[in-house]
C-alpha cells in the first residue's frame, strides 16, 4: 500500500482540530501512521470511520504500561508526538473517551499558546525597531536617494517581506483567539473548508517566502 504524506494544516496545539482531520482523512481511505517534522504520513486503504485522540501527559518512564493500559481500554498507540504527547487510535467503537478532562487539555496547550504569544510579541517590537532605524538612516544618512535610484524589482523584496511579517502574526493571533473561544470536547473545529483555508494560507507563505529568496 502506497504511503502518502500530508504538511500539518493546523497549529499543533489545535488538539480537537488534527484529531478531526486524522478521522477525516480515515473516512478518505487515509489511515494515519505517523508524524515526523511537521508532515503526517498515512497508508492508503479502504474508507473507514475511526477516532482518534491526542494524550497530553508528564514525562513518564513506563510508557509500556500505559499503552497497555489504554489497550484495555480499546485504544491503541500510534506514535509519539513529542515526549508529552501521543497519538492513539480506537480499536473498538465502544472504547471509552480517552480525554475528558478538558481543563487539563487548556492549561496545557495555553502553556503553549503563551510562548507562541511571547515569541509573536518579541517579533513584533524587533520588527518595530528594525524598520525605526531604517527611517533614521533613510533620514539621516541620504539612504533615501538610494531607494529613488532602486528599481522596482529591487524594492519588492521589503513589501513582500513585510506582508509576511503580518500575515504570518495575523494567522498565528487568530488561531491563538480562537483556540480561547471554543470547546475541545466537541471535536468540531476541523471541516473540509476551514482545512482547505488553512492550505490557502500556508501555499501564500510559502509563495511569498520563494518570492524573497532571489
Given at each position: 500500500m502506497a504511503t502518502i504524506s500530508r504538511v500539518l494544516p493546523y497549529q499543533p496545539w489545535e488538539i480537537d482540530a488534527v484529531e478531526g482531520w486524522l478521522d477525516d482523512m480515515a473516512s478518505q481511505g487515509l489511515i494515519f501512521t505517523h508524524c515526523s517534522g511537521g508532515y503526517y504520513y498515512f497508508r492508503e486503504d479502504e474508507p473507514q470511520t475511526l477516532r482518534h485522540r491526542f494524550d497530553v501527559h508528564e514525562r513518564l518512564a513506563d510508557h509500556d504500561r500505559r499503552h497497555e493500559e489504554y489497550r484495555d481500554f480499546g485504544w491503541e498507540h500510534i506514535c509519539y508526538v513529542d515526549a508529552h504527547t501521543d497519538i492513539y487510535r480506537a480499536v473498538r467503537e465502544d472504547a471509552v473517551e480517552l480525554n475528558t478532562d478538558e481543563e487539563t487539555l487548556h492549561s496545557v496547550m495555553e502553556k503553549n499558546q503563551r510562548k507562541l504569544r511571547n515569541t509573536l510579541i518579541f517579533g513584533e517590537l524587533l520588527g518595530a525597531v528594525t524598520l525605526s532605524l531604517l527611517v533614521v538612516s533613510i533620514c539621516r544618512f541620504g539612504f533615501f536617494l538610494l531607494f529613488l535610484t532602486k528599481s522596482l524589482w529591487d524594492l519588492l523584496p521589503i513589501p513582500l517581506w513585510l506582508f509576511l511579517v503580518i500575515f504570518g502574526d495575523i494567522r498565528l493571533w487568530r488561531s491563538y483567539r480562537e483556540?480561547?473561544?471554543?470547546?475541545?470536547?466537541?471535536?468540531?473545529?476541523h471541516t473540509r473548508e476551514r482545512e482547505a483555508a488553512r492550505r490557502r494560507e500556508l501555499r501564500t507563505d510559502t509563495i511569498v517566502r520563494l518570492l524573497l529568496l532571489p
Amino acid at each position: 500500500m502506497a504511503t502518502i504524506s500530508r504538511v500539518l494544516p493546523y497549529q499543533p496545539w489545535e488538539i480537537d482540530a488534527v484529531e478531526g482531520w486524522l478521522d477525516d482523512m480515515a473516512s478518505q481511505g487515509l489511515i494515519f501512521t505517523h508524524c515526523s517534522g511537521g508532515y503526517y504520513y498515512f497508508r492508503e486503504d479502504e474508507p473507514q470511520t475511526l477516532r482518534h485522540r491526542f494524550d497530553v501527559h508528564e514525562r513518564l518512564a513506563d510508557h509500556d504500561r500505559r499503552h497497555e493500559e489504554y489497550r484495555d481500554f480499546g485504544w491503541e498507540h500510534i506514535c509519539y508526538v513529542d515526549a508529552h504527547t501521543d497519538i492513539y487510535r480506537a480499536v473498538r467503537e465502544d472504547a471509552v473517551e480517552l480525554n475528558t478532562d478538558e481543563e487539563t487539555l487548556h492549561s496545557v496547550m495555553e502553556k503553549n499558546q503563551r510562548k507562541l504569544r511571547n515569541t509573536l510579541i518579541f517579533g513584533e517590537l524587533l520588527g518595530a525597531v528594525t524598520l525605526s532605524l531604517l527611517v533614521v538612516s533613510i533620514c539621516r544618512f541620504g539612504f533615501f536617494l538610494l531607494f529613488l535610484t532602486k528599481s522596482l524589482w529591487d524594492l519588492l523584496p521589503i513589501p513582500l517581506w513585510l506582508f509576511l511579517v503580518i500575515f504570518g502574526d495575523i494567522r498565528l493571533w487568530r488561531s491563538y483567539r480562537e483556540m480561547k473561544s471554543r470547546s475541545l470536547l466537541e471535536r468540531t473545529y476541523h471541516t473540509r473548508e476551514r482545512e482547505a483555508a488553512r492550505r490557502r494560507e500556508l501555499r501564500t507563505d510559502t509563495i511569498v517566502r520563494l518570492l524573497l529568496l532571489p
